[in-house]
Antibody
Framework: QVQLQESGPGLVKPSQTLSLTCTVS??????????WSWIRQSAGKGLEWIGR???????NYNPSLKSRVTISVDTSKNQFSLKLSSVTAADTAVYYC?????????WGQGTLVTVSS | DIQMTQSPSTLSASVGDRVTITCRAS??????LAWYQQKRGKAPKLLIY???SLESGVPPRFSGSASGTEFTLTISSLQPDDSATYYC?????????FGQGTKVEIK
């Protein structure tokens, strides 16, 4: 059974960079079949797909966030990561990582990130 | 972006009722639509993919159908455990987008 777990700071100051890591267990992240995605959920915007990465490093980003987002993968650690720069209060949300093939079939439990000084 | 519009926003029904949730896409997405169930404080759970395929382990009282750009999630006999918010998601065109959710309450 694949499991995903998000980790990272729960509080980020405005204008700084949000950094989260997703650790995958119960299976190898090094699969050519799947992508690995980040999704966030806020009260104001509902569920928002942020972007995804393949284990070959191929990425797709939501155009609304593309200028501020970087997703990377570390196959040696079975992890992938999210960086979101120049954050504002509008980036306050629960951030989820998930396994993806269009559909999101395995999700992490989510981690709340608050942007506040 | 493709807009996904769900209706109703909330519904209240009794145990044993047949419940239907609709999701309309702003343009054609073929059958590339998924449904998720989210309970309070938890991550969404995949129920249906490719409009009508039931994810493994999901009770058969859940079903999905499609007609053009209109998609339907049906719960044939509502159970207490089905109290949750349901979301549709299109995965035809980047960026993937979600409906705003339908909250299902048990009377």
């Amino acid at each position: 059974q694949v499991q995903l777990q998000e980790s990272g700071p729960g509080l980020v100051k405005p204008s700084q960079t949000l950094s989260l890591t997703c650790t995958v267990s119960g299976g190898s992240i090094s699969s050519d079949t799947y992508y690995w995605s980040w999704i966030r959920q806020s009260a104001g915007k509902g569920l928002e797909w942020i972007g995804r990465i393949s284990t070959r490093g191929s990425t797709n980003y939501n155009p609304s966030l593309k200028s501020r987002v970087t997703i990377s993968v570390d196959t040696s650690k079975n992890q992938f990561s999210l960086k979101l720069s120049s954050v504002t209060a509008a980036d306050t949300a629960v951030y989820y990582c998930a396994r993806e093939l269009g559909i999101l079939d395995y999700w992490g439990q989510g981690t709340l990130v608050t942007v506040s000084s | 972006d493709i807009q996904m519009t769900q209706s109703p926003s909330t519904l209240s029904a009794s145990v044993g009722d047949r419940v239907t949730i609709t999701c309309r896409a702003s343009q054609s997405i073929s059958s590339w639509l998924a449904w998720y169930q989210q309970k309070r404080g938890k991550a969404p759970k995949l129920l249906i993919y490719k409009a009508s395929s039931l994810e493994s382990g999901v009770p058969p009282r859940f079903s999905g159908s499609a007609s053009g750009t209109e998609f339907t999630l049906t719960i044939s006999s509502l159970q207490p455990d089905d109290s949750a918010t349901y979301y549709c998601q299109q995965y035809n065109t980047y960026p993937w987008t979600f409906g705003q959710g339908t909250k299902v309450e048990i009377k």
